[in-house]
């Protein structure tokens, strides 16, 4: 089973990709502004768009290298998915690699999160949309997480 991967090389020292992966200011500018986001291993992380949410138990920290979240509890919106739950049990883990003081090379994989899951596509785009906004917040200091609208 070949698990979703994605290579970034980002030009941000990893302390900084480090902070952007673990605090709630990091992952509100990124990834989501609708987040709880806890800092030590064992509390958890609960990131939401829209009617879709995950809830991601922190399950390692390595400052500057290492970072890993179990998926305790996850519900996804999306046309035609039947399979809301398909994230509960899979593992994201984000490997950072210094390259030089400025430049960082991360190795996301999202365990479980295969070709025959229902939302692979989705979330495969998904990934690359925020891996991408990483990226940019990172670099340049602005990312373009999800905003929820108000009606």
Not at 63 to 89: F, K, M, Q, S, Y
Not at 127 to 135: E, H, I, R, V, Y
Request: glycine share 8%.
């Amino acid at each position: 089973m070949n698990s979703f991967k994605h290579d970034l090389i980002l030009a941000a020292p990893a302390m900084k990709v480090y902070e952007a992966l673990t605090t709630q200011h990091g992952i509100q500018n990124w990834w989501t502004k609708s987040s709880e986001v806890g800092t030590t291993v064992g509390e958890t992380i609960t990131i939401r768009f829209g009617q879709t949410f995950k809830v991601m138990r922190i399950e390692g920290l390595r400052p500057a290298t290492e970072v890993r979240w179990n998926v305790i509890d996850a519900h996804l919106v999306a046309p035609g998915l039947t399979r809301v739950n398909e994230w509960i049990g899979t593992t994201i883990l984000f490997l950072l690699t210094p390259q030089s003081s400025t430049v960082t090379r991360v190795q996301l994989e999202h365990i479980g999160l295969t070709p025959q899951v229902e939302c692979y596509e989705i979330c495969s785009q998904g990934w690359n949309q925020f891996l991408g906004s990483l990226q940019s917040y990172v670099e340049t200091g602005k990312g373009s997480p999800y905003i929820e609208l108000s009606a």
